[in-house]
């Protein structure tokens, strides 16, 4: 038989705090900045990202040692067995390691700090790169689902007014053509319905696959306090700036390397001539100089000059890039921003025409058709007024982007 026992006050509160922690990790992201993270933590450019920085810590930790490179040890043994077999023998024991060239050592360790320094402003960049995509589908969510709700607007506007309809066509107040016009609208709001419902799946869809959970019930705007992104601060100029730094560290280390690393090693010898003679020691050391490879040291300093070059120009190509698409923003916002104030003008009056309109199609002074112009004059003009609404956020979300301001 199978007991169940009570459970006691502790494991209840431990099930309760399993529980809300459950339903707090499956709680989708409810900010653009809380989106973004949750699709870095999933991008795969990230996961790499952390394997090049522990790449570059490693480099930190090799140019700190106190060798260039690690040690060797070499035995050798020499004996007559096979031809004369008088007891000679011979062993010989090298420990050699390489040394440092003056001025090496500091230029490999300033080149593993602006690695690592690279790789982190490299990742910045990444994140400004996918905070695009990001805000892209946030808005494309945002507008899918503005237009999926006019049209749903529309359609229950459009089965109030065919119901009223049908009721004084039947009661001989309206004509046939006036029925046929508000199945005609009933039918069209339909459509537009089933159109703006998948479009606002697929948008959802995409947003899914980008940051891994929902878009949340309220779509949030970014915070209207912009900064000023053309400078330094930019993440993407900070990558090319770093790259730059680390180039011109490579280009040191090539010049602190004019030839191979010198060795130094440490040598034991035990040997005696015939079996009866005792064992000769010796220790001795051993400075080997590698003369320089003119061939090899022009080549390296002509890759690493022109490979300089190429990122100094890329700076200066990002720094205009990045001023034009900060006044480019710019204008779109204050564009999207005068929009949406006409957008408001224009709902106000044809609101009011659809106050006149309803009226006097309510005393019989004008017929259905005119009702049904100012009505989808008034659903145009919400419907554009919405659209400027997002537009206008997302102008500020392009603001930011170009700005290089992570939500």
């Known amino acids: 038989m199978i007991r169940f026992m009570k459970p006691t006050g502790r494991l209840l509160w431990l099930m309760g705090m399993v529980c809300v922690q459950g339903a707090l990790a499956q709680t989708p992201p409810q900010t653009l900045s809380q989106a973004l993270d949750a699709a ?31 040690a060797s040890v070499s035995l050798n043994h020499l004996n007559d067995r096979f031809n004369q077999n ?24 300033a080149l593993a700090g602006h690695a690592a320094s690279e790789v982190e402003a490299r990742g910045s960049a990444l994140k400004l790169q996918l905070a695009l995509e990001v805000r892209d589908a946030w808005w494309t969510v945002a507008l899918s689902r503005e237009v999926s709700g006019l049209a749903h607007q529309r359609l229950e506007t459009a089965q109030a007014l065919d119901r009223a309809v049908q009721r004084r066509f039947k009661a001989g107040d309206l004509a046939r053509l006036d ?13 537009e319905v089933l159109e703006a419902d998948v479009t606002a799946q697929q948008a959802q869809q995409a947003y899914r696959l980008l940051v891994g959970a929902d878009a949340p019930v309220a779509l949030p705007s ?17 990558a090319l700036q770093a790259a730059v730094e680390l180039a011109q560290s490579r280009l040191a280390v090539v010049d602190a390397s ?6 130094l090693a440490v040598r034991w010898t035990s040997q005696r001539s015939e079996g009866a003679l005792p064992y000769d020691q010796a220790v001795g050391l051993k400075v080997t100089i590698p003369l320089s490879s003119d061939g090899r040291v022009r080549q390296d300093t002509a890759a690493a000059r022109a490979e300089l070059s190429q990122f100094e120009a890329e700076l200066e190509q990002a720094q205009r890039r990045i001023q034009q698409d900060v006044l480019k923003a710019q204008a779109e916002l204050s564009s999207a921003q005068r929009q949406l104030s006409l957008a408001q003008e224009r709902l106000a009056l044809t609101d009011d025409s659809l106050r006149l309109a309803q009226r006097s199609f309510d005393l019989g002074e004008s017929d259905l058709s005119a009702l049904m112009r100012a009505r989808a004059a008034s659903h145009e003009a919400q419907s554009w007024l919405q659209r400027q609404q997002v537009a206008r956020w997302s102008a500020l979300s392009r603001l930011h982007q170009a700005q290089g301001v992570l939500p």
């Open 40 to 70: 870095w933590a999933r991008w795969p450019q990230a996961t790499a990202l952390s394997q090049r920085q522990a790449e570059a810590q490693a480099g930190v930790d090799l140019a700190k040692s106190l060798t260039p490179g690690p």
């Open 86 to 109: 008088l007891g000679r023998r011979e062993w010989e024991v090298e420990v050699a390691t390489p040394l440092w060239l003056p001025g090496q050592k500091s230029a490999r360790e």
């Open 179 to 191: 029925a046929n016009l508000a199945q005609t609208e009933l039918l069209a709001a339909q459509g």
């Open 222 to 238: 970014e915070s209207e306090s912009v900064a000023d992104g053309s400078g330094a601060a930019h993440p993407q100029l900070r």
């Open 258 to 263: 004019r030839r191979d690393a010198p060795e």
